[in-house]
């Protein structure tokens, strides 16, 4: 797990740790302590773990990410909710942001398929079902058409430019038509070179 995380990921993570510790009134004991009680004292997050791990001089060891989510005080800023475990994983790995809660695509090779998901992922308050129907409804698509373009199937032209209208980036604006088109030219080639004539 750690193994994708990065170096000012850890630090993004601590850091967020830390604020929310602090907006609760909790100093580093008082986690060692609650740690100690969720687990009859067989796990205690020190001080002094706890300490590194907020400055981002410590890599927290994954039971740390665990009991941390168990405590549920670091808390989701769309869902209202604690963040999980993946969660927390996911902020140290740098493709959630803590401060608004939204997946990003990061290094992912951009896709149809990774915009896609990282589009239902950005609906955690919905099953991914449901997020895949309402995606599909704001592109004026069928929802058994937008799961077959996730799976890889080949979207036509007007279709790529509805999705286009609906898929968002790492900083949560829309893609322009032309935009999304010319990055999605290496995975379509055939498909999107005659779209990009008629958009310009």
Known sequence: MTKFWTNRGIKILGAVVKRAREERGWTVRDIEKLTGELYQ?????????????????????HNTVVVLAKLKFVINPVTGK???????????????????????????????????????KNRPWLLKRLAFSNLAAEAGLEVERLEAIYSGERPTDE?????????????????????LLEM????????????LQKAQ
């Open 159 to 179: 279709e790529l430019v509805k999705l286009a209208s609906v898929l968002t980036k790492d900083n949560g604006t829309h893609w322009q038509e032309t935009e």
């Open 41 to 61: 004292g067989r796990y205690t997050i020190s001080r002094g773990t706890m300490s590194d791990f907020e400055r981002g001089i410590r890599i927290p060891a």
């Open 82 to 120: 604690p963040f999980t475990e993946d969660e927390l994983s996911d902020i140290a790995a740098e493709v959630l942001d803590p401060e608004t809660g939204r997946y990003k695509l990061r290094d992912r090779k951009i896709t149809i398929a990774a915009l896609i998901d990282l589009e239902i």
């Open 184 to 195: 999605l030219e290496s995975e379509f080639p055939s498909n999107t070179s005659e779209s």
